[in-house]
């Protein structure tokens, strides 16, 4: 007697048929894996887009499209785009497909923070998703949907809503939201998000007492942060990926310099300052050695220049002893200027991006590991990672110093052969420390730069 085919859609549950015993699966959709691709990617807030055009007396599409072209030449391979326009949906889709690039968006109807949005369990969602993903169609330029910007504990339930909604009215793409570091653990272990992403801006202003703002404190809140979140999602089926930073924030009297650098007048809180380029190279090296498996930097489009600023009243806050005292450059408001043009921050970025772009299949195959035994002389940080397919054992490297070049020296295990400098496709010399023991290699990494190794190993027994 031939049972009839059953499904069921809870994992785990066992069904009694005909005196027989089968355990079901829940049903799998693509929106529930983690995508296959590793985004070296840039966020951009749309609503400053036509506030810059205005500005500059330009087409808002021709200011957005401008600022695109210079992410295309950068290899920005996903635009995080926050405040979107529903109108504006169709069109962005197209250029971003023009250049190559994934469009994940966060929309301005969309948001798991927005009480009201609630009422009548969430009826106004019911009737919001199918317009929203009417406007998106199909494309798979179009790979997922930001639910949330910076959710906090309260608003756990809501996202998982949400989740649940567009899994459903658009299972194949996925859905995730960008979370700040106390909140991201939580996040990784409890909404089942595939996607998990935390936002570290790690280089606050000068003497500012609420964030890190040395070398030291900067670097070790990052790492420690993006660690917590790899910890976190363990072995789910699911990838973390880092939003890092580059942006300056005064608050209170500022104005921008004749180079598009936002400038803090006597009076202003200095708040973040924008990261040099050693630092900009250091944050993508160490979300990769961390294992996270993308990077996206905050943000395209700075802030556009408002007659008045420069006029402001101080901050009212009880900190007023780090308030400014001079005029002080914090550097560009973004990757780009108010009039368009590339900082070297971005500049900076491409070449690195251009650099890893190549490998990105192998960055989301690798897996963290602790064997062979790798060590780093200072300042130098390492992490073992294997390649599951072929078993192959990668090294990351990275010169934490962000002020100077340093020669790393790396140890390597017995059984390693042969060292290859990946990006640089070179063969690294290697020392023997003592017969049939240990090696070292060194390599040349400017501040805050990296490299991936590939340890060859010898057959065993020999």
């Known amino acids: 007697m031939q049972l009839p085919t059953i499904r069921c859609a809870f994992l785990g549950v066992a069904l009694v048929v005909a005196g027989t015993t089968m355990t079901c699966t829940s049903w ?27 500005v500059r007396g330009i087409d808002r599409w021709q200011d957005a499209c401008e ?20 109108d504006d949906l169709p069109r962005l889709i197209d250029e971003c497909r023009t250049r ?21 369990d969430g009826a106004y969602y019911t009737k ?53 570091w106390p909140q991201t653990p939580p996040v990784a272990r409890e909404l ?33 942060n993006s660690a917590a979140m790899i910890e976190a999602i363990g072995a789910r089926n699911a990838v973390g990926w880092v939003m890092g930073m580059c942006f300056s924030d005064i608050w209170g009297p500022r104005r921008y310099d004749s180079q598009g650098h936002l400038i803090g007048l006597p009076g202003s809180y200095l708040h973040w300052r924008a990261p040099t380029l050693a630092e900009m ?22 802030e556009a220049p408002k007659a008045g600023t420069e006029t402001l009243d101080p901050p009212k806050v009880t900190w007023t002893n780090v308030l400014a005292k001079t005029e002080t450059d914090l550097g560009p408001n973004a ?16 070449r690195l991006y251009t650099r890893l772009t190549p490998h990105t299949a192998l960055i989301r195959r690798w897996q963290r590991s602790g064997e062979p035994l790798l060590e780093t002389s200072e300042p130098g940080k390492g992490q073992l990672l294997t390649d599951p397919g072929d078993g192959v054992i990668y090294a990351v490297v990275l010169n934490d110093d962000l002020q100077r070049e340093q020669t790393i020296t790396v140890r390597v295990g017995e059984r390693v052969a042969a060292v290859r400098d990946l990006l640089a496709g070179k063969t690294l010399a290697l020392t023997k420390d003592f017969a049939g023991g ?21 057959a065993a027994g020999n």
């Open 192 to 224: 089942n998000l595939p996607v998990v992403c935390v936002d570290l801006y790690p280089f606050f202003g000068p003497k500012d007492p609420n964030g890190p703002h040395t070398d030291s404190a900067s670097k070790s809140f990052f790492r420690r």
């Open 28 to 54: 799998a959709v693509p929106a529930d894996q983690p995508p296959d691709f590793v985004p070296l990617g840039v966020y951009l807030s749309w609503e400053r887009i036509g506030a810059n055009a205005k």
């Open 128 to 180: 919001r998703i199918p317009r929203v993903l009417a406007k998106a169609g199909t494309d798979r330029t179009l790979v997922g949907w930001v639910l949330s910007d910076e959710p906090l504990k309260k608003h756990f339930t809501r996202v998982t809503d949400l989740r649940k909604r567009f899994r459903e009215a658009d299972p194949n793409r996925f859905s995730t939201a960008v979370t700040m």
């Open 335 to 350: 990757l780009t200027n108010p009039d368009g043009s590339v900082t070297p921050q971005l500049s900076e970025l491409g």
């Open 438 to 458: 240990s090696s070292t290699v060194s390599i040349r990494l400017a501040a805050g730069d990296g490299a991936v190794l590939v340890l060859d190993r010898q």
């Open 67 to 86: 600022r695109l072209n210079a992410l295309e030449s950068c290899k920005v391979n996903l635009l995080w785009v926050t405040n979107m326009s529903e």
């Open 100 to 120: 190559g690039m994934y469009l994940l968006p966060s929309m301005s109807s969309i948001e798991a923070k927005v009480d009201w949005r609630w009422a009548k």
């Open 281 to 302: 190279r250091w944050q993508v090296w160490e979300t990769f050695r961390s294992g996270a498996k993308g990077f996206v930097s905050y943000t395209l489009a700075p």
